[in-house]
């Protein structure tokens, strides 16, 4: 009687007006163009040196480029090592910055003095005033995919350390290939891969624009708005009601609360390195990991802390969010030597301590955000739609395939040819992305209790096969569980929604600000472990390098901060 009335409550809701015989998504028609692949990994430098992100060449001849990803900017924004560098070297400052660009190298580079016009996203030119330059280059994407007089924003001053990839919503990157039909959406993509301390532990990513990779994503997913809010550049909020520490003793203590409606709005930051909590939920993890830690690090993944290697924490950190999604950072992307980049401009550990890749929002900053960055971004993978105005996570699957799909304004198919970026992810020694070494500067904290919680939609999409003894059951049946195991899969099968376009990017926007904002303060309470000199060593060699001098005792509150250079 159950399987007759849902046949009937089928039928009733138009469910079965045909009855495919395959569960697959469509091959997509020759016209679809393929998407974007983008690799992530350790982009080869100028002099050798390495350098984690997107690698993207602009110049004619291509000059290869390190790029961090820009959610809130629209423009892409390079270095050209024009300014001093500080008391950096000039490799280092290469090194931290994912390279510098040699105009003068390119044979199709060209001076555009007209700033305003040259952002045609509509976004101001935040650095005309301290140097900065505006012009237009050809820009390869990939192996198969460049643009021709591509506007490039020359940064001259220390506003970030990295060069950045524009992917907001009226993204220029975003808005060329689409209009010269090179992405059928203007759809973003990341499986950002494995940065931690072992080669099982390390995998490269990679970035698709105009779809998505199927081979990188598992079970239901989590949908919601962009929500334009000053103090998340993303637009990304979620809701979370639950942080659970998973102990190696079997216990799963809830760090957030156990208050009932417990919950916490954070932001999905994919330029920001780390995670960052409340000072009150930071004082709940402390009681249970037990260890004292040392100083905050100042190196790649800035601002998580330092622990002596044997009393550092040693479980996994699972986030809930509002709709029964979880997911889990494993200890092994959660706690990692402490990386930094010495003079030689060669990525350097400390082998003497581990770094937990936390942030605690403490005093003056505990108004900030609360920021999930790349190191959450290891084990969820995200895909940004600027034509729907929505973001979905999924749980990420760390492998070395590619299933590469393209997403059109009405369907999701599987390109027919291969996508134009021919080479998969492969196993590497991967490299955080990086920040300097020297603290950074501190503008006002960016406080968040004038915001109003955001309305979230869930989007959990489920399937399930069920039996029957009659034909037509079975096929009903069949075709049922094929339609919700392909919902499961294709992001097109959200509720669309529309956003007010966010509004042009001024100079005081701040696409690091949560990166930049934190200020060097010890953690009040905290009691830091001294250590004896440390030996950082190059990743994968026997030699040593000295980080050199200027790191605070740990016993001392920490100096007010530099300029980052």
């Not at 039996?467 to 195991?485: C, E, K, N, P």
Request: with cysteine.
């Amino acid at each position: 009687m159950a399987l007759l009335q849902l046949i009937c409550s089928l039928i009733s809701m138009r469910l079965i007006s045909m009855i495919p015989m395959a569960i697959s998504q469509p091959t997509c028609d020759p016209s679809v163009p393929s998407p974007v692949v983008i690799a992530v990994r350790n982009v080869t430098l100028a002099g050798q040196v390495i350098r984690r992100g997107a690698e993207l060449s602009p110049g004619t001849p291509p000059q290869s480029l390190a790029f961090g990803l820009l959610p809130g900017a629209n423009g892409t924004y390079i270095y050209d090592g024009s300014d001093e560098c500080g008391n950096d070297t000039a490799i280092r400052c290469s090194a931290n910055r994912g390279g510098l660009f040699n105009e003068g190298s390119s044979s199709t580079w060209s001076l555009d003095g007209k700033v305003a016009d040259a952002v045609s996203a509509g976004e101001v030119f935040p650095w005309s005033d301290s140097g900065g330059i505006f012009g237009a280059d050809t820009f390869k994407i990939n192996v198969n995919t460049s643009l021709q007089s591509f506007p490039l924003g020359i940064i001259r001053s220390d506003e970030f350390q990295i060069n950045g990839l524009g992917l907001g919503r009226n993204s220029t990157l975003l808005n060329a290939l689409s209009s010269a039909n090179l992405i059928s959406s203007k759809i973003w993509s990341l499986f950002w891969g494995l940065t931690g301390a072992t080669t099982p532990s390390q995998m490269d990513g990679n970035l698709v624009l105009g779809g998505y990779d199927a081979a990188k994503i598992t079970g239901n997913n989590y949908t919601s708005k962009l929500t334009s809010n000053m103090n998340c550049d993303s637009s990304m909020i979620v809701t979370v009601t639950a942080i659970t520490m998973n102990l190696l003793n079997g216990s799963n203590p809830n760090i957030l609360g156990t208050n009932y409606g417990s919950a916490l709005q954070m932001c999905i930051d994919a330029s920001y390195p780390i995670i960052s909590i409340p000072n009150d939920t930071w004082s709940n993890f402390k009681q249970f990991a037990g260890a004292n830690w040392i100083t905050r690090s100042s190196g790649i993944d800035i601002w998580g802390l330092t622990y002596p290697v044997d009393d550092v924490y040693t479980g996994d950190l699972t986030f809930s969010f509002l709709g029964g999604m979880k997911f889990t950072v494993p200890n092994s992307q959660l706690v990692a030597p402490d990386v930094s980049i010495n003079s030689q401009g060669v990525t350097v550990l400390n082998d003497s301590t581990r770094e937990l890749r936390i942030n605690p929002l403490v005093p003056p900053n505990n108004n900030d955000f609360p920021l999930l960055g790349l190191t959450f971004l290891t084990s969820a993978y995200l895909m940004a739609d600027m034509d729907r105005g929505q973001f979905t996570l999924w749980k990420a699957v760390a492998n070395t395939t590619q299933d590469i799909r393209a997403v059109t304004p009405s369907s999701t198919c599987v390109v027919a040819k291969s996508p134009q970026e021919s080479a998969t992810s492969t196993l590497a020694p991967a490299v955080p992305l990086a920040t300097d070494p020297s603290p950074p500067p501190s503008p006002s904290a960016k406080s968040t209790s004038s915001t109003s919680p955001p309305s979230v939609s869930v989007g959990l999409i489920a399937g399930a096969a069920i039996g029957g003894v009659a034909l037509i059951i079975l096929s009903a049946l069949a075709w049922t569980y094929m339609h919700r195991a392909k919902r499961r899969k294709d992001p097109r099968n959200f509720t669309e929604t529309t956003s007010a376009s966010k509004p042009p990017l001024s100079k005081s926007d701040d696409w690091y600000g949560s990166l930049r904002s934190q200020e060097l303060q010890e953690l009040p309470g905290e009691h830091p472990h001294e250590l004896g000199p440390s030996q950082p060593h190059e990743m994968g060699h026997e030699a040593s390098y000295e980080l050199g001098t200027g790191l605070p005792s740990p016993k001392q509150p920490l100096p007010a901060p530099k300029t980052r250079r």
